[in-house]
């Protein structure tokens, strides 16, 4: 079993960028596939990013392909979210999770959350 806690979120001007960072307990951090989504008021969590056990392998939503960038510091058992160019509509709460396998764009195949952490972009 994994716990995770998000940190890094707040108040950014569109165009400006923040950095995620997502600090799992346990010694096994290097066995699980992360992923990051974000939920918006009155819409569905969705899937921004993940990214493999080594980090060699990353996937993204179209929606921020070269925009956000997702890596991992298996020593540090941490995995981040830098956000750039951010648009009022990254507006939302982004949560870290964790799972056993290949990684996956569906929410339900993970396993362990995070808390969230609020990110809110102005124009």
């Known amino acids: 079993q994994v716990q995770l806690v998000e940190s890094g979120g707040g108040l950014v001007q569109a165009g400006g960028s923040l950095r995620l960072s997502c600090a799992a307990s346990g010694r096994t951090f290097s066995t699980y596939t992360m992923g990051w989504f974000r939920q918006a008021p009155g819409k569905e969590r969705e899937f921004m990013s993940a990214?493999?056990?080594?980090?060699?392998?990353?996937n993204y939503a179209d929606s921020v392909k070269g925009r956000f960038t997702i890596s991992r510091d298996n020593a540090k058992n941490t995995v981040y979210l830098q956000m750039n160019s951010l648009k009022p509509d990254d507006t939302a709460v982004y949560y870290c999770?964790?799972?056993?396998?290949?990684?996956?764009?569906?929410?339900?195949?993970?396993?362990?959350w995070g808390q969230g952490a609020q990110v809110t972009v102005s124009s």
């Open positions: 990214i493999s056990r080594d980090g060699s392998s990353t």
């Open positions: 999770a964790a799972r056993i396998g290949i990684m996956i764009v569906r929410d339900k195949a993970y396993a362990y």
